[in-house]
């Protein structure tokens, strides 16, 4: 999957949590959940939709590297 | 108003009495101890010795029978006006007044008049005890046909019985014991009054105080303490009790967009229910708050003075009500 | 026979909207089954059956607006087939003190005005300053009245028209500017402003507060969460949340005043329903209920977590999940402020706040470490507690946060 693909399909997972946000607008190195207004509870949903979506292991321990849509691109990346 | 004199409310009626009687022959004043005794309450005291037995005729104890007999005068061309010296003892003669007086123009088709005018003293506040402080204003205010009036201040008491003897159907004029000894202003000329309009007796923009008879001055005398603190009472006397002058306190109530309805009578089925039906049915979006009542205490006129007095209306409970409806 | 009524979602609901009836006349119905959506100032609710029987009668039709209380359907219960209880049900209770009659023939005066059948539910307004108010476009819902028993009067109404043309400029600008969010949105939110500004309204002016806050470690329960979380799939793992909740539920178990309602008196509740609070992106609060949370595992607590905020978000949660709490709970997350100190939600008679967790400078034993450190609160009813039973309780939950193992 190209960097792109998995950028365009963040963006509707984030929406999903947050309809009335722009979440493509986000930079790449811009935190999430601070620019989107996430709590920890959609946090934890939508790092189990990117589960789910990728068919990837996200341990707890690794939730400090995905803060940033360009960190949870590569991270993506790395583990498909 | 050029000079005025004193006056008290009893002579204001002994004077409108011998003028209708200089005036015109065909009047003529009947009663139960109007003549020899001079009135029970002493309204007519020297007319008999003005006048003759002819025009001031004292009548055997029978209410039904004598007011019968005015009625008849009346409707035979004369201009009877009958004493009954108390509204309380009115109600064995209410089925002349009611049967015959009320209707004997519907039943004949129009072609009868009934001109004859029948004077009531009434009212509370004489320690008379329950028989016989009854105010049954509402009673007869209550029947088509009639013209019911309310004495309520000196101006009336003396101008009203020329207009009432002027009408080609019945008058019921009610006077008021507790005010004879009142003294009052009147214009050193003659008065005209009619009685067909009520009256505002004090001009004020914040709330219409509605009223009639002997509680005229009452509210009068409240609004006067209310001035004090500020709140410009509007003191309208009703007068006319049948039919009820409603353009008056609909003008009212549309200045001053509060009600107050004052009355000596028990409030249930009263003067003060009709005249609230009607503000509420004819004025309803003039209100700014609830249409309020002080009204008689539904009970048996008690004869203990401070009983009697808390029964009916007294002027502190006028202020107090009208100050939580301006001041809630 | 019982009559179903429309339920109250809570102190600040007035009536609901029947959207839609689930059940028609002769289904069975059994207590909990959903008989009909009801749309309320909180969404979408579905309204639950208190009875076993039988669907007899629909009173209300879909798209009616009934205040709570009202009937909207007839239920025909097993016991009522004789025909003996519905004799009985009809018969208007008289109390005693109704069936003296003093003199029959006086006519008793009562100054006071008829009680009002559901308070609050209508604008209390002067037929004049209606009048006024509907001539100028004044919304009257808007206004405060400063007449007899607060109703709104003819100075009230002309007070708002001359705020008004003051800032009519203002709102000639924003209306040229393009709207930010939909208008939908916008309704549902200012429905759902308007029940918080009600509910917190009434608990500022009602309730005297007191306030309590305890700073606790953390780092135990974190650490318990965490080694938990190592076994669990994503779909599984726990947020503090459910852990506190727990938490809060077992240390009401000991101090069971604070799990109460407050109505003329001190009424404790034997089931502990934890309101929790839900925020909402449009703005506003839901507040769904974790009921019977001490009896819950954390694991339970975090289900019914997943299960509830989603819907809450969505505005879809049944009558029993609003109007069922005996305690709030309210927690900020991470990041954000340090303390939160809560707002009653009435008849309740606390809430319990947490501010975010943050690393402090955390002296133990005499030494100095970093901790993970969470601010509580208990803001409680001075009527019905007092500050020994907050401390009583703030204390108990320290205690239970270092012991995350037994919770």
């Known amino acids: ?80 | 108003m050029s000079q005025t004199r004193k006056i008290t409310y009893r002579e204001a009626l002994k004077e409108a009495i011998r003028e209708a009687l200089t005036e015109n022959d065909k009047v003529f004043l009947m009663g139960e101890d109007v003549g020899r005794y001079g009135g029970a309450f002493a309204v007519s005291k020297g007319l008999l010795e003005e006048f003759s037995e002819e025009r001031i005729m004292d009548v055997p104890l029978s209410e039904s029978g004598f007011v019968g007999a005015g009625i008849g005068a009346a409707m035979a061309g004369l201009k009877p006006i009958v004493e009954v010296m108390t509204v309380n003892f009115g109600l064995l003669a209410m089925d002349q007044v009611v049967n015959n007086a009320a209707t004997m123009l519907h039943m004949s088709g129009g072609q009868i008049n009934v001109p004859v005018v029948i004077r009531m003293s009434c009212g509370i506040g004489k320690q008379l005890a329950a028989q016989h402080s009854h105010s049954w204003e509402p009673y007869y205010a209550h029947v088509p046909g009639l013209r019911v009036i309310s004495i309520g201040t000196h101006e009336d008491a003396r101008g009203v019985l020329q207009a009432a003897l002027q009408s080609p159907d019945p008058v019921v004029i009610f006077e008021y014991t507790s005010m004879l000894n009142m003294e009052g202003e009147l214009p050193e000329e003659t008065i005209k009054v009619d009685i067909e309009s009520a009256k505002i007796r004090r001009e004020g923009t914040d709330i219409s105080i509605i009223t009639y008879g002997a509680a005229v001055n009452k509210c009068m005398e409240a609004a006067e303490e209310l001035k004090v603190e500020g709140i410009e009472a509007e003191v309208l006397d009703l007068r006319v009790l049948r039919p009820l002058d409603e353009a008056a306190f609909l003008a009212s109530v549309s200045r001053t967009h509060r009600a107050l309805i004052v009355e000596d009578a028990w409030r249930s089925v009263s003067v003060s229910s009709e005249v609230s039906a009607r503000i509420t049915e004819k004025a309803f979006y003039e209100l700014d708050v609830p249409v309020k009542r002080v009204c008689g205490a539904e009970v048996p006129i008690p004869y203990p003075l401070h009983l009697e007095d808390a029964s009916v209306p007294q002027k502190k409970d006028i202020v107090e009500v009208v100050k939580k409806m301006i001041r809630p | 026979m019982k009559e179903f009524l429309m339920p109250s979602l809570g102190a600040d609901m007035e009536d609901g909207t029947l959207v839609e009836w689930r059940k028609k006349p002769g289904d069975p119905v059994t207590r909990g089954d959903i008989i009909a959506e009801v749309d309320t100032q909180k969404g979408l609710i579905e309204i639950e059956v208190f009875e076993d029987g039988y669907v007899d009668k629909l009173l209300v039709d879909p798209g009616e607006k009934v205040p709570v209380g009202t009937a909207m359907a007839l239920i025909r219960t097993g016991d009522s087939e004789t025909g003996q209880e519905k004799e009985q049900g009809l018969e208007f209770p008289v109390s005693e003190k109704e069936k003296v009659v003093l003199q029959p023939t006086e006519e008793h005066f009562d100054e006071k005005p008829l009680p009002q059948k559901f308070p609050g539910k209508r604008i209390k307004a002067s037929p004049l300053a209606r009048r006024i108010a509907e001539e100028n476009k004044i919304d009257l819902s808007k206004i405060t009245g400063t007449g007899e028993n607060g109703a709104i009067i003819k100075d009230d109404v002309n007070k708002a028209i001359e705020q008004r043309t003051a800032p009519e400029t203002e709102e000639k600008i924003s209306e040229t500017l393009p709207e930010k969010e939909p208008e939908k949105i916008a309704d549902s939110g200012k429905s759902i402003r308007m029940a918080v500004a009600a509910a917190m309204s009434k608990s500022n002016r009602e309730i005297p507060h007191y306030y309590l806050s305890k700073k606790i470690d953390m780092s135990k329960s974190l650490y318990w969460i965490k080694e938990s979380n190592k076994e669990r799939s994503v779909q599984e793992r726990l947020l503090p949340a459910a852990l506190l909740i727990k938490a809060v539920a077992k240390s009401l178990d000991e101090v069971p005043q604070l799990n109460a309602v407050w109505e003329n008196a001190l009424q404790i509740k034997n089931e502990i329903n934890v309101g929790f609070v839900v925020s909402l992106r449009s703005g506003g609060i839901m507040v769904p209920s974790i009921n019977n949370a001490d009896l819950k595992s954390v694991s339970q607590i975090m289900d019914s977590l997943n299960d509830l905020i989603p819907r809450a978000r969505a505005m879809k949660l049944r009558s029993s999940e609003l109007n069922s709490s005996t305690i709030t709970l309210t927690s900020l997350g991470e990041g954000g402020a340090d303390t939160l100190l809560g707002v009653i939600y009435p008849p309740q008679v606390a809430v319990i706040g947490f501010g975010g967790i943050i690393e402090e400078a955390w002296a133990e034993n005499g030494m100095l470490g970093i901790r993970p450190v969470i601010n509580a609160s208990l803001s409680g009813d001075h009527r019905a507690t007092d500050g020994l039973t907050g401390n009583r309780f703030l204390t108990i939950l320290n205690k239970n946060l270092q012991n995350p193992e037994d919770l």
């Open chain 1, 1 to 80: 999957m190209k960097e792109n693909e998995i950028k365009q399909e963040l963006y509707a997972l984030l929406q999903q949590i947050a309809p009335e946000t722009e979440p493509s607008a986000l930079a790449p190195d811009e935190n999430i959940k601070e620019s989107l207004d996430i709590d920890s509870f959609d946090t934890l949903r939508f790092i189990v939709s990117v589960n789910e979506k990728f068919e990837i292991e996200i341990p707890e321990e690794d939730y400090g590297k995905i803060t940033t849509i360009g960190l949870l691109t590569n991270y993506i990346q790395k583990k498909m």
